[in-house]
């Protein structure tokens, strides 16, 4: 059974940096891709970033930049470091995964069949 277990989040200023990780039960380079999707009180999910099985990532335009995603097979942990953060960063982060190419291709939630419960990140003015 996939559990995917999301830490790191918090409460920062702006211009702050923040590191978050998911650590997976189970062995990471099973799935074609990870990623990092947010939700905004009142706002659908959005990915944020993803990251293929061969390294490659792509990201939202409203981070590209300022957020990383990366992720360590040996340790079976998927990371988003995130710097410079504004306000419009707040929202819950979650992690998420999948053994197709699908959620790459579409970065749709829907096309994500692993997640995480999520960890919330706060970012004040």
């Given amino acids: 059974q996939v559990h995917l277990v999301e830490s ?9 940096s ?7 039960s189970g062995d990471i380079s099973s799935y074609y891709c990870m990623g990092w999707f947010r939700q905004a009180p009142g706002k659908e999910r959005e990915a944020v970033a993803v990251i293929d099985s061969g390294g490659s990532t792509r990201y939202a335009d409203s981070v590209k930049g300022r957020f990383t995603i990366s ?55």
């Fill in 8 to 16: 790191g989040g918090g409460s920062v200023q702006t211009g702050g």
């Fill in 71 to 125: 992720q360590d097979n040996a340790k079976n942990t998927l990371y988003l470091e995130m710097n410079s953060l504004k306000p419009d960063d707040t929202g819950m982060y979650f992690c998420a995964a999948d053994h197709t190419r699908l959620g790459w291709v579409t970065l749709a939630e829907s096309d994500f069949n692993f997640w995480g419960q999520g960890t919330q990140v706060t970012v004040s003015s």
């Fill in 18 to 24: 923040l590191r978050l990780s998911c650590v997976d």
